[in-house]
């Protein structure tokens, strides 16, 4: 079971000046929920090497035994010090994908054409893919093989417009993520602010926030032992 996580390369907040991300509980959550399940990860970014990781997922508290527990785990950080570069990744040498939030992928992700190209082959070849919080963003511009949008007709969720008017981003960010996907004729729906709530709909699972980020990698990991 080979499965690749997708991290983002943007570290700017629009143009507050600080900084973002990804998010770290929704990167080690499902790294040891995968692992546990024996899977073989290799992380990827747009620009490869160190993702920027959103400095406010790391304050004590945002922090998690799963964030602790990766920060003092060399192997996972390692990992993360080395992201291999997206453009470099073949779909093909994978059984499904993972994608963490954080604000960063709503910059970069949600327009990368590698990032785009590689959710449709992943879904098209059957293998499911899985994203959290922000990350479902980066579902604006996939489409499937009629050109529909992806999430068209698809029960999915993610972070809510209440939930980033919480963190007083409403304005900052480049579009919010449950107006997109309701925008998209996604079927969405959600669960109580910051409470964990996930949806799948075949191939596609779709998680609202941080605290999904455990039960996302753990329906991901039923789709591929149901394979």
């Keep these: 079971m080979k499965v690749l996580i997708v991290l983002t390369s943007h570290d700017q907040l629009g143009d507050t000046g600080r900084k973002t991300g990804f ?6 959550a ?4 995968l692992k546990a399940a024996g899977a073989e990860l290799t992380l990827a970014s747009p620009k490869g090497g160190r993702p920027p990781l959103d400095p406010k997922s790391n304050e004590p508290s945002s922090q998690t035994d799963q964030t602790r527990q ?8 390692a990992a993360l010090a080395s992201t291999a570069v997206l453009s470099t990744v073949d779909a093909t040498d994978f059984d499904a994908v993972f994608y963490p939030g954080g604000h960063g992928p709503l910059w970069d992700l949600a327009e990368d054409r590698d990032s785009i190209d590689l959710i449709q082959t992943f879904v098209r070849s059957g293998k499911p893919a899985a994203l959290v919080c ?3 963003g980066v579902l604006r511009h996939v489409v ?3 050109g529909t949008p992806l999430v068209a007709g698809r029960k999915v969720t993610g972070f809510t417009n209440t939930e980033e008017e919480g963190v007083g981003l409403t304005d900052v960010v480049p579009f919010l993520v449950e107006d997109m996907l309701v925008e998209q004729g996604g079927v969405y729906s959600k669960g109580e602010d910051w409470a964990s709530y996930v949806l799948q709909d075949g191939l596609l699972i779709t998680g609202q926030n941080p605290g999904s980020s455990a039960a996302a990698a753990d329906l991901l990991v039923e789709a591929l032992r149901g394979q």
């Design 23 to 28: 998010w770290l509980e929704e990167l080690a």
């Design 144 to 146: 499937n093989e009629d």
């Design 134 to 136: 922000h990350a479902p």
């Design 70 to 77: 990766f920060e003092a785990d060399p192997e996972a950080m």
């Design 30 to 33: 499902p790294y040891y929920r």
